[in-house]
Structure formats: C-alpha cells, structure tokens
C-alpha cells in the first residue's frame, strides 16, 4: 500500500528567504507526482506535475523535483511572500490506477 | 475557462437523515473523482469515474455512500442515514487524460457538517 509521507507538517520562515518542502513515498511504481496548494477551508490548487519520467518541472518561483528511485520529491520556493503561505500537498497515483494518494501536507507560514 | 464547482458549499444535517453532494467537473474532462478530508489529514480516495461508469469505487467506507454520473458530467455523491463520522469536507476532481499526464483539478469541496 502506498504511504506518503511530508515532513516538516509545518514551517515558518521570514519573507525573502527561499525554502524547500519534501515528500517521501513508498511505492515508486508512480504515473507521476502532483504537489498542490490548500489555502485554509478552501479547495486544492495544482501547483506543478512531474511525470515519472522527468526529473524536474518549474514554474515561476516554484520548481520541483522527483527522484523516483529512492522515493522523493522537493518543492522549492524562490523569494518567498506571505502569500505563499499556505498548506502544500504532495499526492500521486501508483501505476495501474489513477488515484491520489496524499500526504498529510507541511503548514507552510511566510513572516513578513 | 470555469473551474470543477460543487454545491452546497456547506451542509449541516441530523444524524440519520441523507445527503446529495453535487460536482460539476471542468467542461469536457471525461474523469470525475470524489475524495474526503478531515481536518489536519490528506484528502483521501472515495471513488472514480470514467465517462459514466465507476471506474474504482474501492474508497467508499460503506454502503451508505454511493456516487452516480449518469450522463457522463455532473455526478452526485449520496450518502444515507449520515453519521457524526461522516463529518469531514467532500472534495471533486477532475481531469482530462490519464497515466502520467493525469493532472487532477480540485472544486472547493463541500463541508458536511452531522450533528
């Protein structure tokens, strides 16, 4: 069964700073790899996808990475603001199926 | 274009009484999935369509839960005789292809809310 795992579940840092966020998994057999945003009681925001094969997908100030051998991925943030701030999931789909397993996200706060 | 909407945004039942939970997915995604969050956790799975048909509903807890697509957009997921554990907020997604490029797009989910 696969486990998804995202340590730290939260993380402050001052506005400016850049940061990386990471997920671990169980079962590399992965279609691919989607982190999302969570802003608090509202729904989920697809941040960026990483297909199976590919090692790195960016956009804007965000870019992250998958290493499906040893069963990781990170989100970095560029320059972060406050609103960043916010929680990020990371999920994926094992190969065979189509639905998201999901961690338990990182709480991620931006001081200004 | 319109994103995956779900209506109510916020449903407050009794114990025992039944519930429609409604999905509108993004137009012309063929793929409809339902998950449920409870606070502090990850969404997890509930149920997948594929076009009409549930393509893996191996997330329902129970059979109180049961979700319907009859024509292949709109779905609707029903749960009878609600329980204050059925208390969590109901999130859609939807997506236009599968395998690896399956993105998936979230609504902004309905909370139930049993007392």
């Known amino acids: 069964k696969q486990e998804v795992t995202q340590i730290p579940a939260a993380l402050s840092v001052p506005e400016g700073e850049n940061l990386v966020l990471n997920c671990s998994f169980t079962?590399?057999?992965?279609?691919?790899l989607q982190w999302f945003r969570q802003d608090p009681g509202k729904g989920l925001t697809s941040l960026l996808l990483i297909q199976s094969s590919q090692r790195e997908q960016t956009s804007g100030r965000l870019n992250a990475s998958l290493d499906k051998s040893s069963g990781r991925s990170t989100l970095y943030i560029a320059a972060s603001q406050p609103g960043d701030s916010a929680t990020y999931l990371c999920?994926?789909?094992?190969?065979?199926?189509?639905?998201?397993?999901f961690g338990t996200g990182t709480r991620l706060t931006i001081i200004p | 274009g319109a994103g995956v909407s779900q209506t109510p945004s916020n449903k407050v039942t009794e114990k025992g009484k039944y519930v429609e939970l409604r999905c509108d997915p993004i137009?012309?995604?063929?793929?409809l999935y339902w998950y449920r969050q409870s606070l502090g956790q990850g969404p997890e799975f509930l149920i997948y369509f594929q076009g009409t048909g549930a393509a893996d509903d191996s997330g329902l807890p129970n059979d109180r839960f049961f979700a319907v697509r009859p024509e292949g957009s709109v779905s609707t997921l029903k749960i009878q005789r609600t329980e204050r554990g059925d208390s969590a907020v109901y999130l859609c997604?939807?997506?236009?292809?599968?395998?690896?490029?399956?993105?998936?797009?979230f609504g902004p989910g309905t909370r139930l809310t049993v007392l």
């Open positions: 997604a939807s997506s236009a292809r599968q395998g690896t490029d399956n993105e998936q797009f």
């Open positions: 079962d590399s057999a992965i279609y691919n």
């Open positions: 999920a994926v789909p094992n190969f065979g199926n189509e639905k998201l397993t």
């Open positions: 137009s012309g995604h063929t793929a």
